[in-house]
């Protein structure tokens, strides 16, 4: 039997700063569902293909399933959860979702929310066709991606100010 090996981290998780001992091993999907509760951050494949288990890191999407928790150090994470308003009220992205029925089994959902988030953020116009490329590494088995592709549309644009 081997001996397990940890390493502290300190990062901050959705605005609030966090101080832990990691295995490391561990995932940050691990981390993050097991450690903290944030349910949200879906066990997919574990491989980094279905993008189920996509986070911001550093406002970079992540594919958390195959992040080392002990990467961490030092990252700013988001999670779907950092994302409503401090009122609760939901984000203009996941109103978005709401609003377009874009949310059926809601398994891939928060990944999705966050890939988009992160092209948001960017503040860059994007055609439909370069949209649908940037959302390409997300699988749905609900839906046939339309109502999720107008939603991230819709809130693109009104990002932007269209």
């Not at 980094?48 to 992040?67: F, H, K, M, Q, R």
């Not at 401090?86 to 890939?115: M, N, R, W, Y």
């Amino acid at each position: 039997m081997t001996e397990r090996q940890y390493k502290h981290i300190r990062c901050t998780i959705n605005g609030r700063a966090v101080d832990k001992m990691v295995d490391i091993r561990a995932s940050l999907t691990d981390l993050l569902r097991d450690d903290f509760s944030l349910t949200s951050v879906k066990s997919g494949c574990n491989v980094g293909e279905c993008g189920a288990c996509t986070v911001l890191i550093d406002g970079e999407p992540y594919n958390s399933c195959i992040y080392l928790a002990a990467w961490a150090y030092g990252k700013d994470i988001l999670t779907v959860d950092g994302l409503t308003n401090p009122d609760g009220s939901l984000s203009p992205l996941q109103q978005a979702f709401v609003e377009e029925a874009a949310i059926q089994c809601g398994f891939c959902t928060p990944g999705l929310i966050l890939s988009a988030q992160a092209l948001i953020n960017r503040g860059r116009d994007l055609t439909d066709e370069e949209l649908r490329k940037q959302l390409a590494g997300h699988l749905c088995r609900c839906t046939r991606y339309e109502n999720i592709f107008r939603a991230v549309r819709r809130a693109l644009d009104e990002s932007l100010g269209k």
